[in-house]
């Protein structure tokens, strides 16, 4: 991905192109020691998970910072992350079809891959591959913890599993994974630690079942930036993929975690239709409500109602006038949703002190097989 063309380090926030996706550097930096602290402190492992950010240079800063390795949502974004340098991958999902798989074997030639296994048959599919490859990637069996979305049903189905991969020959047993998305962003933080609790217990009660039916449990991986601080009350768990808290965004913002908006999205007014309504050039190609319309960058006094393709829709809430913006001022967007809005854009500009010193290709952005 070649940069975009032009002189563009040195350049002043007010001298950059809008609509375009900025990263505050000394935030994004205390985000990401904030989080490695914690995990220095635990003694635990921090895998980030790439696919809030897509991006090798952020990844290797939190592999500097003391991540173990990362975490990665798709087989394009780990081929992706392979390229940068990158040794240590984990893809958290199930990769299935003769295609991905042929792919995966030959980037287990290139990096130490991990991947998630929640089926018999993809299990024997990979190991299949793995054969014929002459290679020996890493598996984690995959356990349903209340998420119902994917994974294998804690018990004798975990247990099953993880003895089937101990036992083919060109996989290696790494450990076990869960997630517990459907209680991570929950806003009451008593409710979130109950529930989240609860899931977690799940997930170490399988590393004991599997324990003991005689196989070794390496490694006990969960989720994500809502929760990290409660997984790693948990003996049995031994590393965890958050990946929101080095950007963070609108929805994380809400749960009051400690950690800065590093992401916002640069974008111009481009019309003041009334006197208590402002448009700018930002609108559902820039960024994705699916968490709820984006905030505006200390600005209290307005909301963003509604988005359009090119445009932001924003108002005053209680209707009163807004008399000091005009056509052609700059406003910045906090995305309600950062993983998904990351994936808008080809390129993240790299800020500090309003100066822009640094731009970054979001090289994984669209990788979705």
């Not at 790693?232 to 990946?243: K, N």
């Amino acid at each position: 991905m070649e940069l975009p063309a032009g002189d563009y380090i040195g350049m002043r926030r007010d001298e950059i192109d809008t609509p375009v996706l900025l990263v505050d550097l000394d935030a994004l930096d205390s985000n990401i020691e904030k989080m490695a602290a914690h995990f220095r402190e635990t003694v635990k492992h921090l895998r980030p998970h790439s696919k809030s950010h897509k991006t090798p240079a952020i990844a290797h800063r939190q592999l500097e910072a003391g991540a173990l390795g990362i975490t990665c949502a798709k087989l394009g974004e780990a081929e992706v992350m392979a390229d940068a340098g990158i040794r240590d991958i984990l893809i958290a999902n199930e990769i299935v079809g003769t295609k991905k798989i042929e792919r995966l074997m030959h980037l287990a030639t290139r990096c130490d891959i991990m991947v998630a296994v929640d089926h018999p048959a993809n299990l024997n599919a990979l190991n299949a591959a793995a054969a014929a490859s002459g290679v020996f990637p890493r598996v984690l069996v995959e356990v349903n913890i209340g998420h119902n979305r994917c994974g294998a049903a804690p018990g004798q189905a975990a247990v099953d599993l993880a003895q089937q991969a101990q036992n083919a020959s060109h996989l290696r047993f790494a450990g076990i994974m869960g997630y517990e998305g459907h209680v991570v962003d929950l806003e009451d933080g008593a409710e979130r630690e109950e529930r989240a609790s609860e899931c977690l217990q799940r997930l170490v009660d399988a590393r004991a079942d599997i324990e003991a039916a005689g196989i070794s449990v390496g490694i006990c991986s969960s989720s994500a930036t809502g929760d990290y601080y409660i997984s790693t009350r948990f003996d049995g768990i031994t590393e965890v993929q958050a990946g929101s808290y080095a950007l963070m965004d609108a929805a994380y913002g809400r749960l009051e975690l400690g950690f800065e908006n590093a992401l916002t999205v640069l974008t111009t007014v481009g019309s003041r239709p009334t006197s208590h309504q402002v448009i700018t050039d930002a609108g559902l190609k820039s960024l994705t409500p699916e968490h709820g319309f984006p905030l505006v960058k200390d600005r209290n006094d307005l909301e963003c109602h509604a988005l359009s393709e090119e445009h932001g829709r924003l108002r005053t809430p209680d209707g009163t006038d807004c008399t000091d913006l005009q056509v052609g001022d700059l406003l910045e967007f906090i995305p309600g949703h950062g993983c998904t809005t990351v994936n808008l854009h080809d390129y993240l500009y790299a800020m500090r002190g309003g100066q822009l010193v640094d731009v970054w290709p979001i090289a994984a952005r669209g990788k979705v097989r």
